[in-house]
């Protein structure tokens, strides 16, 4: 499975059927960042056990859902969003998608339940890569490069379904994989 596209923010790194590592099976990453000096994104399809009204105090609002982003830094709270006419200062890493934005108007817009789940995506903790970290795992087949979805797929509730999706969008050379089994043994 070697994927002639190259990381880049705003690209998915979806990874390889098999890929037993727990943080990252059957997962799809948005990169935020990408340089030789290392890469950052965020887990969008695990969903944690957190809620935002845990991880902030008095925050108010709906019970917001927290994803879990990654296993770097999970005491720390980041968050894309669809809305810049809502949250200033974010940073587009791809169409119609921001990273981050002005903290304070996020919370009192959390508040006041005025952020959807179509929204915003909150995560716990990032991924991260350093400098050839990503390359290597790239040339181990541990990832799919993909710039082949939309903000509708990012922003999905279904994150159950989300690693199948960006499969089977990136074509017929590779749809075959979403229906392996997650453990093939039991096959």
Known sequence: MISRLTPSAGKLLVSEPFLNDPNFTRSVVLLTEHSELGSLGFVINQPSQLLLGELIEDIGGPDFPVCYGGPVATDTIHFIHRCPEKIADGEE???????????????????????????VKIFVGYSGWEGEQLKAEMEDNTWIVSDQYDADMIFSA???Q??????????????????????????
């Open 93 to 119: 890493i791809a169409k119609g998608i921001f990273w981050g934005g002005n903290f304070e108007s996020f919370k009192a817009l959390m508040s006041q339940g005025s952020l959807t789940k179509a929204d």
């Open 158 to 160: 279904d994150e159950e």
């Open 162 to 187: 989300l690693w199948r999706e960006v499969i089977i969008h990136l074509g017929p050379k590779y749809a075959h994989i979403s229906n392996f089994p997650r453990n093939p043994n039991l096959n």
